[in-house]
């Protein structure tokens, strides 16, 4: 009986998530890491694009950064940004990332970062990216 009940709620789940909107799964934007500089021991500027804007929509970058510090030690920042999307197509991001605790230092980093854009006009609706590479930082 626990089976039964088990399958029957996956298929209404199913059916639920294909008839309506809402419940979709988000459509997935591609978000890319261009590039990161330090500006000074304490901040890291971080580059990127969104690849799908549309003229008056929403669009939002959160971004994480990891190092290894000295003795082992972890040194991270995090940072958003936003705005409208001025024209449609690519939407190029840049944000400031602050360290939390320790200094950024040359050398690899690793980069993470989530793009989103929304239309708001109604039921906001979504569609989401991310990326992550290492890159080479140096001073700016």
């Known amino acids: 009986m626990r089976r039964v009940l088990l399958v029957l709620g ?4 199913s059916v639920l998530l294909s008839a309506s909107p809402a419940l979709a799964q988000e ?6 890491i261009n590039s990161a500089v330090i500006i000074n021991p304490f901040q890291m500027r971080v580059a990127g694009t969104i690849d799908k ?5 929403q669009y939002g970058a ?3 950064v990891t190092q290894k510090g000295p003795k082992q030690s972890t040194v ?15 939407q190029t991001w840049t944000e400031i990332v602050g360290a939390e605790d320790l200094t950024f230092n040359p050398g690899k980093t690793f980069v993470s970062a989530e793009g989103q854009v929304c239309d708001e006009t109604g039921e ?4 989401v990216g991310s990326a992550s590479r290492t890159l080479q930082v140096k001073r700016g």
């Not at 996956?10 to 789940?13: C, G, L, N, Y």
């Not at 906001?124 to 569609?127: A, R």
């Open 10 to 13: 996956a298929a209404v789940t």
């Open 53 to 57: 804007c549309v003229a008056g929509e």
């Open 124 to 127: 906001p609706i979504c569609s």
């Open 27 to 32: 459509p997935t934007l591609t978000v890319t």
């Open 62 to 64: 959160f971004v994480v």
């Open 76 to 90: 991270r920042g995090f940072g958003s940004t936003g705005g409208t999307c001025a024209n449609t197509g690519p």
